[in-house]
């Protein structure tokens, strides 16, 4: 019974957080982007990734304060499934939606930093202690992706745009969910938009009252955030597997859906590249300042010298984020396409990852 009423309450949480990420604060970022004038590229690597990537930074955060540290493996698997889970679901729905074509050279920049940026991390997992002088390593990388987007820009290439029976299927589509199905579809509508009312009564018009939404949403973030680390070593501990599993698969899965969700978007209206670019990003940003901050502010407020992470079983994960990366550059560079048979093929290794977590856990 624990087992099922913790599962319920994470299932919940995780749909009300990504409720709020998507609808609040990535509308007040975007509002604060264009605010402050910023160039597309840097507003995207820098506040759009802190909007997609909130909830994850937040768990990392909460999992290392949760009873002196004990359970700080919860903080990063989540962060890893969920760059397992970006590179080969997020990707991959995006491709079989929609073929994408993509910029080569804006491709090979992400790519290496991300490549990078794992091989930073798989160096300072080796001992099973970060310092704080790794952490600053860690942030400094990160400040470095933003100079290198910011003074040497790639933009993308123009996509075909849409044809006449794609704008009728999304049309259908959005019908469809708007109401057409009221078991189905509507029925999830009703409750999205209940949220929304209740949250707007905080926040105001998210576009216009955007720094008050911003602060809202952050509570929300944190509250919700601080839940499901509570909720998954609780349903980890019913049914007797490690809260690493769980981190890897259920939440990392679910932290990502607001990923997943803009990324459909995008590739309904043709612009599969600005998902795989998205999803590239975005895991940047969650290795680096994902882990990076969290780990910084435990050594500060917590007096310690060092972070203690149980590394053994992530590593193997971290090995196969590394591949999945080089399987991913290997379908873009083909052809300069990442087809929908590529994207199947990304969303089956997805499955098989998934399948192997479970059963080495």
């Excluded at 057409?180 to 905080?202: C, E, W, Y």
């Excluded at 010298?305 to 991913?328: F, K, R």
């Amino acid at each position: 019974m624990t087992a099922l009423i913790s599962l319920c309450v994470m299932i919940v949480a995780i749909y009300i957080l990504s409720v709020i990420t998507d609808e609040f604060f990535i509308t007040s970022l975007d509002r604060i982007a264009v605010r402050w004038k910023m160039p597309p590229s840097v507003a995207g690597a820098s506040l759009m990734a802190v909007g997609s990537s909130a909830p994850e930074l937040s768990i990392a955060l909460f999992s290392l304060f949760r009873e002196g540290g004990a359970h700080s493996d919860v903080g990063i698997g989540t962060i890893v499934g969920s760059a397992v889970f970006n590179i080969l679901v997020i990707t991959g729905v995006s491709a079989i939606i929609r073929e994408a074509r993509i910029t080569l050279p804006a491709v090979v920049r992400d790519t290496v930093f991300y490549l990078g940026s794992i091989l930073v991390l798989m160096i300072v997992f080796w001992d099973g202690t970060i310092t704080a002088q790794e952490c600053l390593i860690f942030l400094s990388l990160y400040l470095m992706y933003l100079a290198f987007l910011f003074f040497i820009p790639m933009g993308t290439e123009p996509e075909a745009a849409p044809d006449e029976a794609d704008d009728d299927e999304s049309d259908e589509t959005e019908k469809s969910q708007a109401g057409g199905n009221p078991d189905g579809g509507g029925r999830l509508r009703q409750i999205n938009t209940a949220i929304v009312r209740a949250v707007s009564r905080l926040t105001g018009d998210a576009e216009v009252t955007y720094m008050r939404t911003f602060g809202v949403s952050i509570l929300f973030i944190i509250g919700l955030s601080w839940i499901l680390v509570d909720t998954a070593v609780i349903f980890a501990d019913a049914v007797g597997i490690p809260p690493l599993v769980v981190a890897l698969t259920l939440l990392a899965g679910g932290t990502s859906a607001p990923d997943l969700i803009s990324s459909v978007v995008v590739a309904r209206q043709g612009r599969g590249s600005m998902a795989v670019a998205n999803a590239i990003g975005s895991n940047i940003f969650d290795i680096l300042v994902g882990l990076g901050l969290p780990w910084l502010l435990a050594i500060l407020f917590m007096g310690k010298t060092a972070i203690e992470v149980g590394t053994g079983d992530l590593m193997l994960s971290v090995l196969i984020l590394m591949s999945t990366v080089v399987v991913l550059f290997v379908f873009l560079y083909t052809d300069r396409l990442l087809s929908k048979k590529e994207g199947w093929g990304l969303v089956g290794l997805y499955g098989l990852y998934v399948i192997w977590t479970v059963l080495a856990g």
